[in-house]
């Protein structure tokens, strides 16, 4: 394990509009606020045609590649995230969710484009102190969340 202590700056709340793409909407608000790192707090709904990564595809043994599902319907949403910076000193939004309707349910990574249906409503709250990083890391081909020196 590796881990690092920060603490608590602003607050931020958003109500994001009709159409407006996750987690693209995040990354570019955390850019104009100078938001380094952070943790997102997310709830609203979620239009047709969004797109989740489910999972990888296990039957690809040399690499990783991502299970996609897109969401045929309207549906309910919430999740849960971090923002971080990632080696171009870009805030990356990694923000997970569940989506769903009449008992049906989706959850996964909001990377492959969740477009917001009517309204989302989002806190973004602001962690200061911490050298973290999302750095490639060469054997997954994944950015993960590493800790530096400022």
Not at 67 to 77: A, F, N, P, Q, R
Not at 86 to 92: H, K, Q, W, Y
Not at 120 to 147: C, K, M, N
Request: aromatic share 4%; hydrophobic share 40%.
């Amino acid at each position: 394990m590796k881990y690092a202590q920060g603490r608590i700056g602003r607050v931020f709340v958003l109500r994001l509009e009709e159409g407006e793409k996750l987690p693209d909407i995040l990354e570019d608000f955390a850019k104009e606020q100078g938001i380094r790192n952070g943790v997102v707090f997310l709830l609203g709904g979620a239009d047709r045609g969004s797109r989740l990564v489910v999972g990888p595809d296990e039957s690809v043994s040399d690499r990783i590649v991502p299970l996609v599902h897109e969401m045929s319907g309207i549906t309910e949403m919430v999740g849960l995230g971090t923002v971080f910076r990632d080696e171009t000193g870009s805030p990356t939004v990694h923000l997970h969710m569940a989506a769903g309707r009449e008992g049906n349910a989706s959850v996964g990574c909001s990377r492959a484009g969740v477009l917001v249906w009517l309204v989302g409503e989002v806190v973004i709250i602001e962690l200061e102190g911490l050298s973290a990083l999302r750095r490639r890391d060469p054997r997954s081909g994944l950015s993960l969340l590493d800790f530096t020196e400022e």
